[in-house]
Each structure stands twice: as structure tokens, then as C-alpha cells.
């Protein structure tokens, strides 16, 4: 059933498997399409069964509205219908809609954060501002060499209120940091910490089986 993960039905293909290759001497991207299958299957991502309303007729009144705060996941992947619909739609490349899927349960840390009444650890404060940082490093860099690719952010965090809660989270996390000694550092390959969130998903999830 894996080959559902690449191809979408005969009326709308989504995903290819072989799209036109990135420019510039074919840069190396951080998942692989064999583990980016990996995490589609293991999130139940597949166009084959996007998340209503997506099949449903335009103009339906049965479409939920774009800008609301309300979670909806249909299929129960702990994904938000509207951003998965977006990461098979927008995206052509496996690969892609991996990062975006990464990417995703990356932002799910960073604004649980938000309203977290435990002490959060200095090491945990540490990890998700550059888990960000990183982030936003590596889709800009990708942009520079592959300028159909645009970053999921602002597809996630859609709404004012989403970007408010992100902003106070982060602005949270930078206090913890501040009153600490410690240096942050930066990966020199931004693009390397997908293939440590995809290697954490892969392990976490395999181990509590």
C-alpha cells in the first residue's frame, strides 16, 4: 500500500514520484524519499485519503472556513485537516510533505509550551528555539536553489490568534534561556536537523510498539 503514499487517484494526482529535479547540481535534501514514504505511512498522510472537505464539490456549504481556530482531524493522525490538505496539494515531492509533517509536530512542541504550568527544563527551552531557528534556516536556503518550494509556516500558524500563541511561546522559551550561562550554537547544515526530527519520530514511534 506504500505506492498510495506516491500516487493520488487517476483524477488527481498530487504526489509524484519523479518531479522535475532540483536545479543546481541536484542538491541533496535531508530525508530520502524511502523515509519520507516512512513517515507518510506512519502518519496515515496519503492522498488517497485527504481529509475532507477536500473531495467535496467547490462552492459546498459543507466546506469548513479557512480562518478558524478550530482543530479538525477527521482521520485522527494528530494532524490538522487544513495543513495536511495543503502539505498533499501544495507540495509534489514525498519529501516535502515529510518536512512539512516534521515540521508540524516541531510548531505542536513549541505552542504546547504556551500554557505549560510545569517548570520547562533549560535543555528543552534550548532544543525547540533552534529546532525553529533551524527550521526556518533550512526552507530558506532550499528556496534559493528550488523556487517552487515555500515554507508550511504561515499555513500553520494561519490565524492571528495561532501567531500570537507562537510568539508568546517563543518569547517564553527566549526568557528560560536568557538567565542561562550556556551559549547556543548553530548547526552549519540547517537542513540536518529534518533528518534528526524524522529519526526521532521513526525511533519513538517504532519503540512503543
Not at 6 to 28: D, N, R, S, Y
Not at 104 to 112: E, F, G, K, P, T
Not at 146 to 160: A, G, H
Not at 165 to 189: G, H, R, V, Y
Request: aromatic share 8%; glycine share 0%.
Amino acid at each position: 500500500m506504500i505506492a498510495e503514499l506516491a500516487f493520488a487517484t487517476p483524477m488527481k494526482p498530487i504526489i509524484k514520484l519523479t518531479p522535475h529535479p532540483i536545479t543546481q547540481h541536484t542538491v541533496e535534501l535531508p530525508l530520502n524519499e524511502y523515509h519520507s514514504l516512512e513517515i507518510l505511512a506512519l502518519k496515515k498522510v496519503s492522498s488517497s485519503q485527504v481529509p475532507r472537505p477536500y473531495d467535496m464539490p467547490q462552492n459546498t456549504q459543507s466546506s469548513l472556513p479557512i480562518d478558524t481556530d478550530t482543530v479538525i482531524d477527521i482521520n485522527h493522525n494528530n494532524i490538522r485537516d487544513d495543513y495536511e490538505r495543503l502539505l498533499l496539494t501544495q507540495y509534489q515531492r514525498p519529501e516535502y510533505v515529510a518536512m512539512g509533517i516534521l515540521a508540524a509536530a516541531h510548531w505542536d512542541r513549541l505552542i504546547a509550551t504556551h500554557n505549560q504550568k510545569e517548570r520547562i527544563l533549560l535543555i528543552t527551552a534550548i532544543t525547540l528555539i533552534t529546532n525553529n531557528i533551524a527550521i526556518n534556516q533550512c526552507y530558506y536556503s532550499l528556496q534559493q536553489i528550488d523556487n517552487t518550494l515555500v515554507s508550511p509556516i504561515l499555513n500553520y500558524f494561519n490565524t492571528e490568534r495561532r501567531i500570537t500563541i507562537k510568539d508568546q511561546a517563543e518569547e517564553k522559551l527566549l526568557n528560560i534561556i536568557a538567565t542561562s550561562p550556556f551559549n547556543i550554537t548553530f548547526e552549519p547544515q540547517p537542513c540536518q536537523r529534518f533528518t534528526l526530527l524524522a529519526e526521532s519520530m521513526l525511533q519513538t514511534t517504532f519503540t512503543s510498539l
